[in-house]
């Protein structure tokens, strides 16, 4: 892709209108040093140095929202569910500090809001806390939440679930949606868990890592030819368009309708979190896409896009002029 090409695409980001569909949560992070061990159990003890000051970002669906407002515009749509409680309400303002459409969230008295702590010391975790219900939802929550699609679907581009198992992703809500999407003509795009992965029959594209790939084709990935069976297994199982399988190190496969399969070198220089980067992925990949890329130049966007967030430690979202910055500066590995 020439300078001219890449600007136009980034340039339609802008005229996208996305929803993200699943698990929102919170990433808080808590940073220390270890100086030494417990006295009372082998556990190192860490000292806080930022606990003043809550560390907080959006994380899960939250963050492939976030991603999409960063590099497209206010008109993305985020739809699931918060607590009813003090974290619920610091996640809805901070979504609302956007500038976006808040209607989507739905406020469910009976499960918390989903907050992973992390404790990080010396730039490494030492251990992570989950708050969470991983129960499906209600069936008062599911409908509000199938209404709100259902109101939005005829003015959509792309519809993505982004499914972490905590509830909001079930056999039942996709039942209810899928067939309606897929009737609207929208894209619809998965990053998917196990419990939920061959629920996603007749989506446009799949966005697996490799131990998602692996449990749904019961292999290990261990190879490139692991790989490319992988992704032709999963495109034929569920009858989707197309495939992107996240293989960490390796960077990418991508593989097509037209049953060509690429094989994209990760754009990543050095890597210090990859918290959060299969957000920025699918998040890039569907902006791409919907502003007129083949999935091929899509997945190379969305792979130099992982590149950048995975500088920082925890959760972030890519910036246009980041993005352009590192394209023009040719970090996108040649096929």
């Known amino acids: 892709m020439n300078k001219g090409r890449l600007e136009s695409l980034i340039e339609s980001f802008r005229k996208r209108r996305i929803m993200v569909v699943g698990d929102i949560m919170l990433d808080e992070y808590l940073e220390g040093n270890v100086e030494r061990i417990s006295p009372e159990a082998p556990i190192p003890v860490v000292n806080l140095v930022n606990n003043r000051g809550r560390d907080v970002r959006l994380g899960g669906a939250a963050n492939v929202f976030q991603n999409l407002v960063s590099l497209g515009d206010r008109e993305m749509l985020l739809c699931g569910v918060v607590g009813d409680d003090a974290d619920g309400s610091f996640l809805q303002k901070k979504i609302a500090a956007m500038g976006v459409d808040t209607s989507g969230l739905v406020v469910d008295a009976e499960r918390p809001t989903t907050v992973k702590t992390r404790i990080i010391a010396h730039n490494q975790q030492v251990i992570r806390l989950d708050r969470e219900e991983r129960s499906p939802l209600s069936e008062q929550s599911r409908k509000k939440l199938v209404a709100f699609i259902q109101k939005k ?55 697996p890592n490799r131990k998602e790939a692996s449990g749904f084709i019961r292999h290990e990935i261990n190879s490139d030819d692991d790989a490319l069976m992988a992704a032709h297994t999963i495109k034929e199982s569920l009858c989707c368009e197309c495939v992107l399988l996240k293989l960490g190190e390796r960077g990418m496969l991508i593989a097509d309708s037209n049953d060509k399969k690429v094989f994209i070198e990760t754009a990543a220089e050095q890597v210090y979190d990859v918290t959060g980067a299969g957000d920025t992925v699918i998040g890039t990949l569907v902006l791409a896409r919907t502003a007129g890329a083949s999935w091929e130049e899509a997945a190379r966007i969305a792979n130099v896009a992982a590149g950048i967030v995975i500088h920082y430690i925890g959760t972030s979202a890519v910036t246009t002029d980041q993005l352009k910055r590192a394209l023009i500066e040719n970090r996108m590995p040649e096929p």
């Open 153 to 207: 679907l005829g003015s959509l581009d792309a519809l993505i679930f982004s499914d972490y198992e905590k509830g909001v992703i079930t056999s039942q809500l996709l039942r209810e949606v899928l067939p309606l999407a897929r009737n609207k003509k929208v894209l619809i795009a998965v990053d998917p868990k196990f419990s939920n992965f061959r629920h996603f029959n007749n989506v446009t594209i799949v966005v």
